[in-house]
């Protein structure tokens, strides 16, 4: 960017800033003369897309700050006024992260300034109690303020419709039209003001209360607990998180012995203790896994910074091992669905959701129900724009949802992902296994045997910045205009293209528009034996992701299955390595 384009971008952020310290960071780079980093920060704005917006903290354009937070939540209060709703309200929710407190004030006081009612809690809440609570309250929007699973520089800011998803055509791209029109106009209320004219309302331990029932409700077997309860150990760990209060809270309720670990049971937007607080990175669980080591613990879980996503380890022998999302959904979709069948509970026409790069092995097993199995594109705004196609057409009754970054989401009072639900289901099924003698390593291997054994890799690349958008374009235009014919011996017999909706059919060269989903950016090659790779920049991270997911029959031997499925695996990872730019 041209030097005075740049000069020109950082006074004007300086004179519209309210936050002192995100201003005088641009201020000190001025100062300094460092446009390569003032650059970086005003290159673009930070887009505010179909899920909200995502960044680092810190002054400029392109990072989370106060202005960012307002001017987005200007725009969604214009989209609100235009839709003509009598007494419009918005219900808003934050996590541990660095400035999520000072960005959710910020926000409701926007919204108070352009007249429209807002429940904020009074104290940090999970992502899913604030899906639950938009339908709780009947209002017409929700607003998060979180970076979910990211790295402590983060944080973002995503909003939800009445139905308690995150906003989906056409709300969502109306909502993007208006923030994109706000400059410096922006409507405020002091907070005193707000509360005086009773536009602004605190919320906390009455919705909680709501919220942990219609957790309760998800359990299965109540008795199961009643009489067993006290026989299951569990380590857990919220990663300096929001999960810890309504996790212990509900898992206790159902007698269950819950340690929580010490070092990471306060909220700290730091994640002091963790490199990334996230359950699926492996070094995250180091502390829990040396609690539950020394306590026996039956199973070990940790949740993410605002509580949506759930990771596990079980005992296996003297030690144990870490259960991938796309184990644990299939475990739970197992337990679920053959539970509700046995007792008589499965709706008359059951439905399973998950995503297009889930395994694949979930759908095998639900079909073996009788349940219904249906696809959406990654993120679980999908997932809850299903349910809704489902209750407005009169369609299958959605029990269950996963997807493979370890979202589970049982039932639907909560229209996003749940990792409070998914713990007390997950508890649930590891005391039904222990009683009848197993363990979930033992039933996961059953399903295997029946199913096929299902192996996945997820390989992720970091480009940041201006030019990292364009290697990330790069990737997936070379993939497209040149995709591959074959991984090893394995020949590529489909390629799905989810921007245009085709599938190009590889053996007769027919192409078809055929995919019923959104236009988003993923290609996915479907190889001989039933195994797929898919490639995808990630829509909230300056992120490239590629997906395998390899499967083999279990014929004589597990083990034998296991070692085909890896070398399968061996072959994809080199190639999806040439892909990526060094």
């Not at 996590?95 to 919204?111: G, H, K, N």
């Not at 184990?327 to 046995?342: C, P, R, T």
């Not at 950016?521 to 992120?543: C, H, I, M, Y």
Request: negative net charge; proline residues 5%.
């Amino acid at each position: 960017m041209d030097l005075r384009e740049l000069e020109k971008k950082a006074r004007m952020y300086i004179q519209l800033e309210t936050g002192e310290e995100f201003r005088r960071e641009v201020e000190e780079l001025l100062e300094r003369e460092d446009w390569e980093a003032l650059n970086d920060r005003f290159f673009a704005d930070l887009e505010f897309g179909t899920g909200g917006m995502r960044g680092i903290i810190g002054g400029g354009f392109f990072r989370m700050n106060p202005l960012m937070v307002r001017r987005a939540t200007q725009g969604l209060a214009n989209y609100i006024l235009s839709q003509g709703l009598k007494d419009p309200s918005v219900a808003i929710a934050y996590d541990s992260r660095r400035y999520s407190r000072v960005f959710a004030r910020e926000a409701a006081l926007v919204l108070c300034g352009n007249g429209i009612k807002t429940y904020l809690f009074k104290d940090l809440r999970p992502t899913p109690e604030l899906s639950f609570t938009v339908r709780h309250l009947g209002t017409t929007a929700g607003i998060v303020i979180t970076a979910s699973h990211n790295p402590p520089q983060y944080n973002g800011y995503k909003v939800y419709w009445s139905d308690g998803g995150q906003v989906v055509p056409p709300h969502d791209k109306g909502i993007i039209e208006e923030v994109r029109k706000v400059t410096s106009e922006i409507r405020s209320m002091p907070e005193e003001e707000a509360l005086a004219r009773g536009l602004l309302t605190y919320i906390g331990e009455e919705v909680d209360r709501a919220y942990f029932d219609a957790v309760r409700r998800q359990v299965i077997r109540p008795d199961l607990f009643k009489e067993h309860g006290g026989e299951v150990s569990v380590v857990y760990t919220p990663l300096h998180g929001t999960g810890r209060m309504p996790v212990e809270t509900v898992l206790r309720g159902f007698g269950i012995d819950v340690f929580t670990v010490p070092e990471q049971a306060e909220p700290d937007g730091d994640f002091p203790t963790v490199e990334y607080p996230n359950p699926e990175e492996a070094s995250a669980l180091e502390l829990a896994l040396s609690y539950a080591r020394k306590r026996k613990a039956d199973v070990v879980m940790a949740t993410d910074p605002d509580s949506d996503r759930l990771g596990i380890a079980v005992p296996d022998g003297h030690d144990y091992v870490l259960i991938t999302g796309n184990q644990l959904g299939a475990l739970l979709a197992d337990y679920i669905f053959s539970s509700k069948k046995e007792m008589g509970s499965l709706p008359e026409r059951p439905a399973f959701v998950k995503s297009i790069v889930t395994t694949n092995l979930q759908r095998k097993i639900v079909e073996s129900y009788g349940v219904e199995c249906h696809e959406v594109l990654t993120g679980f705004k999908y997932f809850a724009a299903k349910i809704r196609e489902f209750e407005e057409k009169g369609g299958p009754q959605y029990v269950f949802g996963t997807e493979e970054s370890y979202g589970f989401l049982v039932g639907t009072d909560v229209r996003d992902k749940d990792a409070v639900s998914a713990s007390i289901l997950t508890v649930e099924m590891t005391l039904y296994h222990r009683v009848q003698g197993k363990t979930l390593l033992q039933r996961l291997e059953e399903l295997y045997r029946q199913h096929g054994y299902f192996e996945e890799i997820l390989t992720t690349k970091t480009f940041p910045g201006e030019k990292g958008i364009q290697v990330m374009r790069g990737i997936m235009e070379r993939l497209r205009n040149d995709p591959p014919l074959a991984f090893g011996d394995l020949k590529v017999v489909e390629i799905r293209d989810y921007l245009d909706g085709t599938t190009l059919y590889l053996p007769s060269g027919e192409r078809k528009k055929n995919i019923d989903l959104p236009s988003s950016n993923v290609l996915q090659f479907v190889l001989e034996d039933g195994s797929v790779v898919s490639a995808r920049p990630s829509g909230t991270e300056p992120k490239i992701k590629f997906y395998a997911s390899c499967t083999s029959p279990v014929k004589d031997s597990l083990e034998e299955a296991k070692r085909e499925v890896k070398e399968k695996l061996e072959v994809v990872q080199r190639q999806i390595d040439g892909w990526i730019p060094a």
